[in-house]
């Protein structure tokens, strides 16, 4: 199995927030950058100590998991509204920030038809290389074994030339400090002139990004803390106990597509995400593994747009499971919550969320991770 590629593999979009704590109040750390008492939506102070409104801000992200946030300066929005750069969250390790135009380009030019598997996974290679890696958040816990694995500290080590303590706290007895690392060297992309210009923007933003960053302590060490479980389901909200859509084909789909099993394990992706694509052969291979009670099926969210483009990636991923249409209806009562591609959620034979959402993709070995979620599911 294909090992997994943290720059490519592990990330994914992020859209909005989602989760409200409690209000924070800012405090200063033994290097004299401020940090918060606790995450809050609303609004946050950043390392420098100035207050950040978070309520209706689009270029707010974070990452809850790992207690840290930080908002796009607003030189460089216009270009992240554009798909030029992107910020993007892994809820085990990091937020990165990339360029990644270039890649994007390729993939929307990606036509899949009549590619081996070999082929595909040859192309997902090459967009890589084409993804300029600015810079990375992260933080370390002194006095805890939680944190980022061996694999991760060695990715960060031979991808990013210089790294930054940018602030630490305490909470409940453990430490921890967060970390900036970030590149400068253009000479590896083989990009045009326009591209190594957009990239030195991202460069020369560096401090606007560190300035902006908000840090906090981690939900997964608040939730240990306390043993009590903050199921991060409450970021994904509604049910689809009522539906009406419609599949790639054509075909109405109700809810009663959920009647006859006891569960129901539903992936949302886009075409234009590339975890997602990367995911999907995992999928098709879930499928066959299945136990007789569940199912597999998934939302495109851009199939209303893309929707042969969609046939096509499932085809040449040898994954036949059915695949709905994203209603303006569907998007009110459920999608909307939906904060990241690709986000896996269960429903129950009514439609109902159970259990937490897998947000991400699950490792290398999505199918096996995805059927031991299943069936620890179906055994509640």
């Known amino acids: 199995m294909k090992k997994t590629n943290f720059k490519f593999g592990l990330i994914f979009f992020f859209a909005f927030i989602g989760i409200s704590f409690v209000s924070c109040s800012g405090t200063k750390d033994v290097n004299g950058k401020y940090y918060n008492k606790a995450y809050n939506a609303k609004e946050m102070v950043n390392i420098a100590g100035e207050k950040t409104?978070?309520?209706?801000?689009?270029?707010?992200?974070?990452?809850?998991?790992?207690?840290?946030?930080?908002?796009?300066?607003?030189?460089?929005q216009p270009r992240f509204d554009q798909n030029l750069f992107s910020a993007m969250v892994d809820n085990g390790y990091a937020i990165f920030i990339n360029y990644s135009q270039a890649a994007m380009d390729m993939i929307n030019n990606f036509n899949a038809e009549g590619i081996t598997e070999e082929d595909y996974y040859n192309f997902l290679n090459e967009v890589d290389k084409k993804?300029?890696?600015?810079?990375?958040?992260?933080?370390?816990?002194?006095?805890?074994?939680?944190?980022?694995?061996?694999?991760?500290?060695?990715?960060?080590n031979s991808?990013?030339?210089?790294?930054?303590?940018?602030?630490?706290?305490?909470?409940?007895g453990t430490e921890y400090v967060y970390?900036?690392?970030?590149?400068?060297?253009?000479?590896?992309?083989?990009?045009?002139?326009?591209?190594i210009a957009e990239m030195q923007r991202l460069i020369d933003s560096k401090d606007d990004f560190v300035n902006?960053?908000?840090?906090?302590?981690?939900a997964t060490a608040q939730t240990e803390a306390t043993s009590q479980s903050q199921p991060s389901s409450d970021s994904v909200k509604g049910d689809l106990s009522i539906l009406n859509t419609t599949d790639l084909d054509g075909n109405v789909v109700t809810e009663d597509i959920f009647k006859d099993y006891d569960l129901t394990m539903i992936n949302i992706w886009a075409t234009w995400c590339g975890p997602c694509l990367s995911e999907i052969p995992e999928l098709g291979k879930l499928q066959g593994m299945l136990p007789d009670n569940a199912q597999l099926i998934s939302i495109c969210t851009d199939a209303d747009t893309a929707k042969d483009d969609a046939k096509e990636i499932l085809k040449t991923s040898n994954a036949s499971y059915l695949t709905l249409l994203p209603t303006q209806e569907l998007a009110t009562s459920f999608l909307s919550t939906v904060?990241?591609?690709?986000?896996?959620?269960?429903?129950?034979?009514?439609?109902?969320?159970?259990g937490d959402p897998v947000v991400g993709v699950p490792g290398s070995d999505?199918?096996?991770?995805?059927?031991?979620?299943i069936n620890a599911l179906l055994a509640e």
């Open 131 to 156: 993804i300029f890696t600015f810079g990375i958040l992260y933080h370390l816990p002194l006095n805890d074994p939680r944190g980022p694995d061996s694999d991760f500290l060695e990715y960060v």
């Open 339 to 354: 904060t990241a591609v690709p986000t896996t959620v269960f429903v129950d034979s009514e439609g109902k969320l159970v």
């Open 212 to 218: 902006s960053i908000m840090v906090f302590p981690p």
């Open 366 to 373: 999505a199918a096996n991770a995805y059927l031991q979620k």
């Open 159 to 172: 991808v990013y030339a210089q790294t930054s303590e940018i602030a630490r706290l305490t909470d409940n």
């Open 179 to 195: 970390y900036f690392a970030w590149n400068t060297d253009l000479s590896n992309y083989g990009a045009t002139d326009e591209e």
């Open 53 to 76: 409104i978070l309520t209706d801000n689009k270029y707010t992200i974070n990452n809850e998991e790992q207690g840290f946030a930080f908002v796009i300066p607003e030189s460089l």
